[in-house]
C-alpha cells in the first residue's frame, strides 16, 4: 500500500498520480490535504513519513512545488530515506541502490507524464542488497547516531 500526500501546490498532481496508480491497480491512501487550499509541507510530509516509518505504509509519495520541503520534512522521520527526482535514472537506481522508501515529486519541475514514468520506474525497481545493503545500513548509523566505519 502507497501513502500519498501534497501540499497545495502538489495537489493537482498528486490527484493525477492517484489516477494513474488506480489504472495500474496500485493500492493507495491519499493522507491529504483533501483540497487545494493554502497549507503547509510539513503536515503532510510528516504524516505521510511516519506512516511509512510506523510499517502501516510499504512506500509514500509526497508532491510539493518543487519536492524539496517535503523531502526535507521527510527525511527528519527516523526509517526514511526520501528522494527527490526529476529523472528517470535517478528513480530507478534509487531504489536499486539506495532503498528509497519515499519519493517526493515537485509538481513546478516535472510535468504530469515524467512524473508518472517516474512513479513507475520508482515502483517497479526493486532493491538490489550486498554492497548497497551495507551502504544503505551505513545511512542508517549515521541517522542513529551510531558511526562506527569512520
Ligand atoms: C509552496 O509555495 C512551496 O514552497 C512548496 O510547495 C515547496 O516547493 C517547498 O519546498
Redesign the pocket.
Known sequence: MIALAS?H??FELKKEIGRYLEGLKIPYNDLGPATNERTD?PRYGYLAAKAVASGEYEKGIVF???G???SLTANKVKGIRCVVCTDCYSAMLSRQHNNANMLAL?A?VVGADLAKLIVKLWLEAEFEGGRHQQRVDMIMKVESGNIDFL
Open positions: 501540499d501546490a502538489g509541507y510539493c512545488g518543487t524539496v520541503g517535503m515537485g513546478r
